[in-house]
Each structure stands twice: as C-alpha cells, then as structure tokens.
C-alpha cells in the first residue's frame, strides 16, 4: 500500500486539509514535481520553490505531490483542520460573526480575546493544549482577576465553537472548561468586611503575616480613588447582592445603556429602564433602604461638587468597566483575604438573608434571582413563611367529625 492510499484509508481529503499549504492560503493550481541534482524531490508553483518532499525515491515523491494537489479539492469541498488554524484568526472570525446590534456582547468578547491575544499570538490551536493553556492562565494572574481570567477561557472556547461550526470542521477544544474561580460561593465573614471598610475609609495598611495594622500616609489620588471604588462595591453589594457588572458603567443619571441610581426617589436601577424585560427581571430595580440610601447620596454629592458622572470610576473619570472587578480582587489579596470575588457579595448577601428568615420572594425582588434558583441552590422557599397560615386547620383536623 502506498503512502496515498494509506491516507486516504486514514481520512481522505481531511488528511490532505491537514497539510499546513490549506489553512496558510496555498493555491495549488500550477504545481509540477522537479528533481533537483541533489536527487531530491521537491514541490515547485511554476518555477518558485514550495516545499522538499525529503525523498529521492521517485514513488514517494509521487505520494506527497498527488496528496498534496488533492488540498485543491478538499479546499473546494470546505474541508478544513481546525488544529492548523492560528489561534487569531479564530479569534476574529468570532467578533465578526457577532451581530452589529449585540454591542455589549462584542464589547465583551473583545476584550476577553483581547487579554488573551499576546499570549497565543502565531500559536496554532492544536498547539493550545490544557498544560499550555494553564500555563498561559498563570501569567495572565500576575495582571488580571482569576474571575477576569476564567472568561477569557470561556471566551475563547466559544470562539472555537463558532469556527468550527461555520468552516463545517470536526469540533476541536484541546483545553477543557476550567474551573470556576474560588469565591463564587464563599461568604465573606465579618472581620473580613470590617477590615475591608477600615482599610478603604481611612489611610491605615493592614499587613496580613502579621495582623497588624500601620499608618500608611498621605493617599495618591490614584490610591485614594481605588480605596473609595473598593468600599462603594462593598456598601452596595452587601446588602443588595447585585451583580458586580451591573456597576461598572453605573451613573448618577439615566443613560441609554447602562445602570443608574436616583438619590431622589432612593431607587438603584441595575439596568436602563428601557432594557429588555429578561435583562430587568434578572436585575431589577431596587429600593435602597434608609440607612444605605442616606450613604449614597453623601457619595452623590461629593461626586456633583467634583463633577464625577460615574458611581464607579477610574481616578481619571472613566467608567469602571471590568477595572472594578480587578482592583477590588487585588485588594482582597492586599488584605490577606483569600478566594474573594465580587460576585462573593452577592452568595453573602442571598445567604445572610435567607439566615434572617427572609422569604424568598422578598430575596427575588431584592437581589434579582429567580425563586426557583433559591429553591435548587440554596434550598430556600417561601414554606417557612406560608405553613403558618395553615396550623389552624391543620389543628381543626384533629377535632374534625
């Protein structure tokens, strides 16, 4: 058997697909096979060399030169080797096939892939392996949120997924889902908090090897900033449980697009009140109560004096954006309180509530959380609430005739 028709046995055109010459843009239309003096065999296009077949033996080179033509066909047939293909161009194949009116989700997938692009640039997906991939996520670490991290994974699967399904190419995910990070489930205790409010309203420096506290000085504007976002999320999330990007585009005042929260009537809307009805049933608008709305609007007017637009903000005025979930990690680990994510102020708040007593319908409102995840998830309902209406007829049961 030669060495064609053993490939063709192995896969046919896919195997001659999975010849570098397809996916890097060859057009084998004018090939011929020349033997040079050396006795080699080598693939030229017309005149201009191409590639050595590595065989003086006449069949072999045949072999290679027949498969090697048959890329015309499976490129016509749309035969392609994901594994072959740079990693980048996956990349962008997947923002460009992401609708026009879908802005957040390109917005978002951008910058995921964007995070990821100078790590795997000119690397080929099947060289992309789990091993090579962690080793990626690790360098990624010493700048971005293990949160920020894991979407850039997320991301990039999805990305594979829409080019294969488009190029009509086998799927191919060499590197797995990934963990979700620490913290989503993790409740932030107590301490934990009140050294995060000591730290972020004063300019003490908490060192955690030794639990100690020391001055720390004159705050930068930069420091300053960042310790005042820190202590806003926490204020905010706690007791409201939203959704750490519900505030990285929050305003003092309505926008088209984004959150806003109106110290006039205490209302925090998570969403514009345009949005879509299933955008606004998973984070809905919510009453602040006294005590934290009499905190917000000291926050709304030191902001109007400074002219701030944003609730959440960079020290140069920008909108947090995912900033926000990053700084407020770092911060977690400055403190020495490990596996603490923003999205962990929300598992705190459900949690503290459902300890209260809280029925979960007032948590849906609150929170945004549909009453059949609190059922599955943290095996909460309105049953403790509601039994009680029933014990006089559950007694009259006993007295019935």
């Known amino acids: 058997m030669t060495f064609v028709q053993s490939e063709l046995r192995r896969g046919g055109l896919s195997a001659a697909a999975a010849f570098p010459q397809v996916v890097d843009g060859e057009k084998p239309d004018h090939f011929n096979l020349f033997q040079r003096k050396s006795g080699i065999y080598v693939i030229r296009n017309h005149s201009v060399y191409v590639k050595s077949c590595k065989t003086r033996d006449k069949q072999k080179a045949e072999d290679a030169f027949m498969l090697f033509g048959m890329q015309t066909e499976a490129r016509q047939e749309g035969i392609f080797d994901p594994r072959r293909t740079l990693c980048t161009d996956i990349m962008d194949y997947h923002v460009s096939q992401i609708s026009g009116d879908a802005t957040h989700a390109l917005k978002n997938d951008t910058e995921r892939l964007g995070r990821l692009r100078p790590h795997i640039e000119g690397m080929k997906l099947g060289a992309l392996t789990g091993k090579v991939f962690a080793a990626i996520e690790r360098r990624m670490r010493r700048t971005y949120a293990a949160s920020v991290v894991h979407a850039s994974r997320k991301a990039m699967r999805t990305a594979i997924r829409t080019w294969c399904n488009d190029h009509s190419a086998p799927l191919v995910l060499p590197f797995g889902p990934g963990k979700e990070p620490d913290g989503r489930d993790r409740v932030l205790e107590g301490f934990e908090r009140d050294r995060v409010r000591r730290w972020s309203t004063g300019t003490e420096n908490y060192d955690p090897e030794t639990d100690t506290w020391s001055p720390g000085g004159p705050l930068s504007c930069i420091e300053r900033n960042r310790r005042e976002m820190v202590y806003r999320v926490l204020t905010l999330g706690l007791p409201t449980g ?48 006294p005590v934290l709305l009499k905190e917000v609007r000291g926050w709304a007017e030191r902001d109007a004096a400074a002219r701030e637009r944003y609730v959440f903000r960079r020290h140069d005025g920008e909108p947090a954006g995912d900033w926000l979930s990053d700084t407020f990690c770092q911060a977690m680990r400055d403190l020495g309180i490990e596996d603490v994510v923003v999205h962990t102020l929300r598992h705190t708040c459900i949690t503290a509530l459902i300890e209260q007593g809280v029925s979960a319908s007032v948590i849906s409102a609150i929170v945004g959380i549909s009453v059949q995840s609190l059922r599955t998830r943290y095996n909460h309902s309105d049953s403790a609430a509601v039994q009680p209406l029933g014990h006089v007829h559950m007694d009259a049961v006993l007295t019935r005739h």
Do not use: E, N, Q
């Open 242 to 289: 939203t959704r750490g990007g519900k505030f990285a585009k929050m305003a003092w005042k309505r926008t088209a697009k984004f959150g806003h929260i109106d110290v006039g009537t205490g209302i925090m809307h998570r969403c514009s009140p345009g949005t879509k009805a299933p955008a606004l049933k998973a984070a809905p608008a919510v009453l602040l109560s």
